[in-house]
């Protein structure tokens, strides 16, 4: 029998951008096996693609509350396990909160809400269950990102003294401009997205990367964000100066109307010894910058990586890996936890991390409405 892990999937469709990410990362080590979902509210829709990617389309259910109803009323050794959210950012909070409910393991997109109030009601919930929680930061599956944070912690670049973090997309400039696609793209919706875009849908990506690499927690923000049109209820670009434990300060600069830019998020931290650079869009090289010395370049699957960087390289140096990989290496964490194995706690993103990213996103934009004034984060 297999022992894959059953994994249910919500949204993700065939008309969707992250769904192939986790089709294809969920099954990288062999740990999870798709058995069903609901992959999109159209019927039509839904089934033809499963049949067109070939899943098995028994466990394909209308909507969710159905998939919910029906799963129950099979024995838990048949059961969906884990299941995961991909859905438009509206959907996640009723759809975790059930699952959670029902006692299965779930997978979350970020933003993991729409506000911090629903987040802390999910962190309230799975204090009285044995649910594990995660949030798909993906970026912070990367081996050159975990070797990052590694060498933060063993002090190699000293004493953190200056985070400047850059996250640029360009894909909303062409839709900005345009007054009939803005109103119809979702994520520029405040009652799909939530109460922001740029730092929501990005902005927390970055957040959440500071608090990983550096082992810093962001204490206070001041935010000045971008709408470029009146009628645009939702930034598309912002600036955030960010306070961090032991003083730090840092900048979180993130835009989606950086006109051709396509995902160019790239971490910068500076320590007082030596300072490490990475960038998404070249993800196996991590920069190490020294006063006096000559550019150092450490790259994936080298014995100088930490284990937690070697255990997220598949292939022997050399053999590029990707995004997928790195959103693999986080299905891969998230498997040991719900087999009850043994795992770094650097291996997937949890609810604390979700709760966080609600929080940063709501004093950011709470900044920049009260005239960008510096605003904590509560702990
Ligand atoms: N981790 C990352 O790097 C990353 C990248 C992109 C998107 N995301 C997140 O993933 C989520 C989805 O984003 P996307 O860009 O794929 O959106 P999308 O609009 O491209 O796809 C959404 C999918 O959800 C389906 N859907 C909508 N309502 C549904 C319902 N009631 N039941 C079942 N399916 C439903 C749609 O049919 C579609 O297949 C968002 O929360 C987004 O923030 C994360």
Same mark, same amino acid.
């Given at each position: 029998?297999?022992?894959?892990?059953?994994?249910?999937?919500?949204?993700?469709?065939?008309?969707?951008?992250?769904?192939?990410?986790?089709?294809?990362?969920?099954?990288?080590?062999?740990?999870?096996?798709?058995?069903?979902?609901?992959?999109?509210?159209?019927?039509?829709?839904?089934?033809?693609?499963?049949?067109?990617?070939?899943?098995?389309?028994?466990?394909?259910?209308?909507?969710?509350?159905?998939?919910?109803?029906?799963?129950?009323?099979?024995?838990?050794?048949?059961?969906?396990?884990?299941?995961?959210?991909?859905?438009?950012?509206?959907?996640?909070?009723?759809?975790?909160?059930?699952?959670?409910?029902?006692?299965?393991?779930?997978?979350?997109?970020?933003?993991?809400?729409? /506000?911090?109030?629903?987040?802390?009601?999910?962190?309230?919930?799975?204090?009285?269950?044995?649910?594990?929680?995660?949030?798909?930061?993906?970026?912070?599956?990367?081996?050159?990102?975990?070797?990052?944070?590694?060498?933060?912690?063993?002090?190699?670049?000293?004493?953190?003294?200056?985070?400047?973090?850059?996250?640029?997309?360009?894909?909303?400039?062409?839709?900005?401009?345009?007054?009939?696609?803005?109103?119809?793209?979702?994520?520029?919706?405040?009652?799909?997205?939530?109460?922001?875009?740029?730092?929501?849908?990005?902005?927390?990506?970055?957040?959440?990367?500071?608090?990983?690499?550096?082992?810093?927690?962001?204490?206070?923000?001041?935010?000045?964000?971008?709408?470029?049109?009146?009628?645009?209820?939702?930034?598309?670009?912002?600036?955030?100066?960010?306070?961090?434990?032991?003083?730090?300060?840092?900048?979180?600069?993130? /835009?989606?109307?950086?006109?051709?830019?396509?995902?160019?998020?790239?971490?910068?931290?500076?320590?007082?010894?030596?300072?490490?650079?990475?960038?998404?869009?070249?993800?196996?090289?991590?920069?190490?910058?020294?006063?006096?010395?000559?550019?150092?370049?450490?790259?994936?699957?080298?014995?100088?990586?930490?284990?937690?960087?070697?255990?997220?390289?598949?292939?022997?140096?050399?053999?590029?890996?990707?995004?997928?990989?790195?959103?693999?290496?986080?299905?891969?964490?998230?498997?040991?936890?719900?087999?009850?194995?043994?795992?770094?706690?650097?291996?997937?993103?949890?609810?604390?991390?979700?709760?966080?990213?609600?929080?940063?996103?709501?004093?950011?934009?709470?900044?920049?409405? /009260?005239?960008?004034?510096?605003?904590?984060?509560?702990?």
């Amino acid at each position: 029998m297999s022992l894959k892990i059953r994994l249910g999937i919500l949204g993700g469709g065939g008309d969707s951008l992250i769904g192939v990410l986790h089709r294809v990362a969920s099954s990288m080590y062999d740990q999870f096996q798709i058995v069903g979902g609901v992959f999109n509210p159209v019927w039509e829709e839904n089934i033809g693609f499963v049949e067109k990617i070939g899943l098995p389309t028994n466990r394909v259910y209308i909507d969710f509350d159905t998939l919910i109803e029906e799963e129950l009323k099979l024995p838990v050794s048949e059961r969906m396990e884990a299941i995961s959210i991909l859905t438009p950012n509206f959907l996640h909070f009723p759809m975790a909160k059930k699952l959670i409910e029902n006692g299965f393991n779930v997978i979350c997109e970020k933003p993991m809400t729409t /506000s911090l109030e629903e987040a802390k009601i999910l962190q309230n919930l799975l204090l009285d269950s044995d649910t594990i929680f995660a949030v798909t930061y993906t970026y912070t599956g990367y081996p050159m990102i975990r070797q990052m944070r590694n060498m933060i912690a063993n002090g190699v670049i000293g004493k953190v003294q200056k985070i400047d973090v850059q996250y640029y997309q360009g894909w909303i400039n062409p839709i900005i401009h345009d007054e009939e696609k803005r109103g119809n793209t979702w994520r520029l919706d405040p009652e799909k997205s939530g109460i922001s875009c740029c730092i929501g849908d990005i902005g927390t990506h970055a957040f959440d990367m500071i608090e990983y690499v550096s082992g810093l927690k962001v204490n206070s923000v001041l935010a000045d964000l971008n709408y470029l049109y009146s009628d645009n209820k939702m930034d598309i670009d912002g600036t955030v100066l960010i306070h961090c434990s032991g003083d730090v300060k840092g900048v979180i600069r993130a /835009s989606q109307i950086a006109t051709g830019e396509e995902n160019n998020f790239t971490v910068q931290i500076y320590g007082e010894k030596a300072g490490l650079k990475w960038e998404q869009e070249n993800p196996n090289y991590l920069y190490l910058l020294e006063d006096g010395k000559p550019l150092n370049i450490l790259k994936p699957g080298h014995i100088y990586n930490s284990e937690l960087s070697l255990d997220g390289t598949k292939l022997p140096p050399g053999h590029p890996e990707g995004i997928f990989d790195s959103m693999g290496n986080i299905y891969k964490g998230i498997a040991k936890a719900i087999k009850g194995e043994k795992y770094d706690i650097g291996e997937y993103p949890t609810i604390t991390d979700g709760v966080r990213g609600m929080n940063f996103i709501e004093k950011a934009v709470q900044s920049h409405q /009260s005239g960008n004034i510096w605003i904590k984060i509560d702990d």
